[in-house]
């Protein structure tokens, strides 16, 4: 390499014209006006033209006449600055551009795939397959950007905090933490695996018996789940643990760093403290305990009113323990019968039967249930619910659960289809008070809302094993833009009440010592009162990023089959490496 760069492209500016520059990078563009040649050439900083003129000797421009888009060169020049008709304003070099002296091209290119300039030319597969050309494109180079500067904002805040980052082991013990895990056979022991972790939970937990009262990770996770946008079988989070602290404490911490986060990263002042949603009102508001509120569109109580209507199925559900709740829809009387349908699909996915409706008009109510509701009770109706001339209202009838989860769901997709959601919002939240335990109908048991080591509330501590449903968990979900960006507990301490939450979940003293038993013993000499957070590091950047996948913010990410195409992971092992970690594959047909 005979021409070593002098600058990178984002440093040429107008007090170095004159100077002779030397310039290395990828051609972005090359455009060929009558024998003049212009190249856009382009590294991870910027974009500058080069000027290939008639002066120059015919086999250095034969040489640059058979350049390509994505051909590696090196450019020697002197930097002028553009004729006033030639400026292009649209770039940051628009007024400058290198005029070429020699041009050396370093690596030939074949043709990408798709256009690196026009990334939609190639699908999500297609890029995913090539993601060393992806990579290349302006948009993922900006994500790629936004995630060092989050991570450093991060790492920075936290240590002026004095926290400590420690590291945490990657092959682990297999613990039940509510996913399933991945496995690692040892080949020294046969027959044994370890695991990679799905949280450092237990090691952060150990860290606070040991005295480092503040702890913190940038760590990758591992969980063998069904995949989504937002959702990779590998993941990064932020992990934080504190010491001697209480609930306020650790969401001082996690909001003072998210707004931290939002200033240094997108110059977005983010007013302190966050509102806190318990989850009951949380589900009862916004029908969701990750509620979107960027548009003011809540969930109404309807249990008094339907209680006194003539529609025979609000009763029988009431009758039945369940509750009635609406959705009022701004403007939803020009919803097409199709589109109601469309929304009553979507309930039902929820597991509701049916979604009821409304049309609210000058003189009353239309449409749909309205003859159910005498005068009086319309009147009652449009009162509670903030209800306007030319709005619709839906209804859900079931359980507390599905009658608000499901009408949770429309009122979201409402607010995208009705652009409702204003677009350039940030908005944060708590929600905390969330049950201790759920019941698992599938697995006929109690299972952890958040996970086994999630303390109870002091004063619902006694309920435990005798209505453990009515129990709250000191428990908290930090919420932004209607995803859940972190999710934190005060952690159980005691031995005694570690194991009367084991019993709870209907795990065995013997179960719970073999898979916690180190976690136990620790507890047994002197562990202080401690709690965390962690934060979905790759969600919390694909919001940053606007996107609405977290494959856009990861350099390489998995398919939501938890594929790679790129390097085709997971892969077939050979015969020798099965043997020495005394496996075999019993489905030979892969």
């Known amino acids: 390499m005979n021409l070593k760069r002098t600058h990178r492209c984002h440093e040429l500016n107008e007090s170095l014209v004159g100077q002779t520059v030397i310039v290395n990078g990828w051609i972005n563009t090359r455009r060929d006006l009558g024998g003049i040649y212009f190249l856009d050439?382009?590294?991870?900083?910027?974009?500058?033209?080069?000027?290939?003129?008639?002066?120059?000797?015919?086999?250095?421009?034969?040489?640059?006449?058979?350049?390509?888009?994505?051909?590696?060169?090196?450019?020697?020049?002197?930097?002028?600055?553009?004729?006033?008709?030639?400026?292009?304003?649209?770039?940051?070099?628009?007024?400058?551009?290198?005029?070429?002296?020699?041009?050396?091209?370093?690596?030939?290119?074949?043709?990408?795939?798709?256009?690196?300039?026009?990334?939609?030319?190639?699908?999500?597969?297609?890029?995913?397959?090539?993601?060393?050309?992806?990579?290349?494109?302006?948009?993922?180079?900006?994500?790629?950007?936004?995630?060092?500067?989050?991570?450093?904002?991060?790492?920075?805040?936290?240590?002026?905090?004095?926290?400590?980052?420690?590291?945490?082991?990657?092959?682990?013990?297999?613990?039940?933490?509510?996913?399933?895990?991945?496995?690692?056979?040892?080949?020294?022991?046969?027959?044994?695996?370890?695991?990679?972790?799905?949280?450092?939970?237990?090691?952060?937990?150990?860290?606070?018996?040991?005295?480092?009262?503040?702890?913190?990770?940038?760590?990758?996770?591992?969980?063998?789940?069904?995949?989504?946008?937002?959702?990779?079988?590998?993941?990064?989070?932020?992990?934080?643990?504190?010491?001697?602290?209480?609930?306020?404490?650790?969401?001082?911490?996690?909001?003072?760093?998210?707004?931290?986060?939002?200033?240094?990263?997108?110059?977005?002042?983010?007013?302190?403290?966050?509102?806190?949603?318990?989850?009951?009102?949380?589900?009862?508001?916004?029908?969701?305990d990750k509620p979107d509120t960027r548009f003011d569109v809540p969930l109404f109580n309807l249990d008094e009113i339907a209680e006194k209507s003539d529609f025979q199925i609000f009763r029988s559900v009431l009758a039945s323990g369940g509750v009635i709740r609406g959705l009022r829809v701004p403007g939803g009387s020009r919803l097409s019968r199709k589109q109601i349908d469309g929304y009553t699909d979507l309930a039902k996915k929820y597991g509701l039967k049916g979604l009821a409706f409304v049309k609210v008009e000058e003189g009353g109510l239309s449409s749909g249930i309205s003859r159910f509701f005498n005068d009086s009770l319309s009147e009652e109706l449009i009162e509670v619910s903030g209800a306007n001339p030319g709005d619709l209202l839906f209804f859900s009838a079931d359980t507390w659960t599905t009658a608000l989860t499901a009408l949770g769901a429309v009122r979201l997709q409402l607010g995208k289809d009705l652009n409702l959601i204003e677009k350039d919002a940030y908005k944060a939240l708590w929600v905390n008070d969330f049950p201790l335990v759920e019941r698992s109908e599938e697995e006929d048991r109690f299972v952890a809302m958040h996970h086994p080591f999630t303390a109870p509330r002091p004063e619902d501590e006694e309920r435990m094993e005798t209505d453990p449903e009515s129990v709250r968990a000191q428990a908290y979900d930090l919420v932004l833009n209607g995803h859940e960006i972190a999710g934190g507990s005060i952690r159980i301490y005691r031995e005694d009440l570690q194991e009367k939450m084991f019993r709870i979940l209907g795990i065995s003293h013997d179960e719970a010592r073999q898979k916690f038993g180190f976690l136990l013993d620790a507890f047994q000499y002197g562990a202080p009162p401690h709690g965390g957070i962690a934060f979905g590091f790759d969600r919390l950047v694909m919001i940053l990023a606007g996107t609405d996948s977290i494959r856009e913010v990861i350099a390489f990410p998995k398919t939501t089959t938890a594929q790679s195409p790129m390097d085709n992971a997971p892969d077939i092992v050979d015969e020798k490496q099965l043997k020495e970690l005394h496996l075999r594959v019993e489905n030979e047909e892969l």
């Open 41 to 288: 050439v382009r590294d991870r900083y910027g974009l500058i033209q080069i000027r290939v003129g008639i002066e120059l000797p015919e086999i250095l421009r034969d040489r640059v006449r058979k350049m390509t888009p994505e051909d590696v060169i090196a450019v020697k020049g002197k930097l002028a600055l553009r004729p006033e008709d030639a400026i292009n304003p649209k770039m940051a070099s628009g007024t400058l551009e290198v005029l070429a002296e020699e041009v050396e091209l370093l690596n030939k290119a074949k043709t990408p795939p798709f256009e690196i300039t026009r990334r939609e030319t190639g699908s999500e597969d297609l890029r995913l397959k090539y993601r060393y050309l992806d990579l290349r494109t302006q948009s993922l180079q900006k994500n790629i950007l936004l995630r060092h500067e989050t991570a450093q904002t991060v790492r920075h805040f936290l240590n002026q905090e004095d926290f400590l980052e420690i590291e945490t082991p990657i092959l682990m013990k297999s613990t039940p933490e509510g996913a399933r895990d991945f496995l690692v056979p040892s080949r020294l022991h046969t027959g044994h695996f370890y695991a990679l972790p799905q949280s450092p939970q237990t090691y952060k937990q150990i860290l606070m018996v040991s005295g480092f009262d503040k702890y913190y990770q940038i760590v990758k996770c591992f969980r063998d789940e069904d995949l989504r946008a937002d959702r990779q079988p590998e993941f990064t989070q932020i992990d934080i643990e504190m010491s001697f602290v209480d609930e306020p404490d650790v969401r001082d911490v996690g909001e003072r760093l998210l707004a931290g986060v939002m200033k240094a990263v997108k110059n977005i002042e983010l007013p302190l403290p966050l509102p806190v949603y318990s989850y009951q009102d949380a589900m009862e508001t916004y029908g969701s």
